[in-house]
């Protein structure tokens, strides 16, 4: 009876232990430390972040209009002492009408495309990107060059309905 007892014991404790590392696992506790999946994610919103020389681009995407035409969504900040410009954009080979036709990166004030606080507006006549895809986006610089990035496009609703 001893032995039958001791069978049971063993059984019930490697199964609580083996439930106990399925439950880990899959609830991701174990997923902790420096090589954390969650540690490492860059991308909080639906627009794309880019980076050239000290120029950062931030939450930038376009929002499909009615007509065909899409509409630039994003920031873009100089973090370096020497000013530089945004001389031109395309998507697709389209170039954009930008108003103010140049903008100055001056260090740390943000030159911020659509949106309430929007300093600039950028727009893509003729683009008819479908929402819900991704298109190249290349953003020409006077001094930096050009910064290229894999922008989505998203429907004119919810918290982009008023962008246009």
Do not use: W
């Amino acid at each position: 009876m001893l032995i039958k007892n001791a069978n049971n014991a063993r059984k019930t404790l490697t199964l609580g232990a083996l439930l106990a590392s399925l439950s880990l696992a899959l609830t991701g506790c174990g997923a902790t430390g420096a090589e954390s999946p969650t540690r490492n994610i860059r991308q909080v919103t639906d627009g794309v972040e880019g980076q050239i020389n000290s120029i950062k681009a931030r939450n930038v995407l376009l929002v499909a209009q009615e007509d065909g035409s899409a509409v630039l969504v994003g920031t873009f900040i100089n973090t370096d002492s020497a000013s530089d410009a945004i001389a031109s954009m395309s998507a697709n080979g389209i170039v954009a009408k930008i108003d103010p036709a140049q903008n100055e990166l001056i260090q740390n004030r943000p030159v911020i495309f659509a949106g309430p606080t929007a300093t600039a507006k950028a727009s893509f006549a003729g683009l008819n990107a479908k929402p819900g895809t991704r298109l190249d986006l290349t953003v020409n610089f006077v001094v930096g060059g050009p910064l290229k990035l894999n922008v989505l496009v998203v429907e004119k609703a919810d918290v982009y309905a008023n962008v246009g």
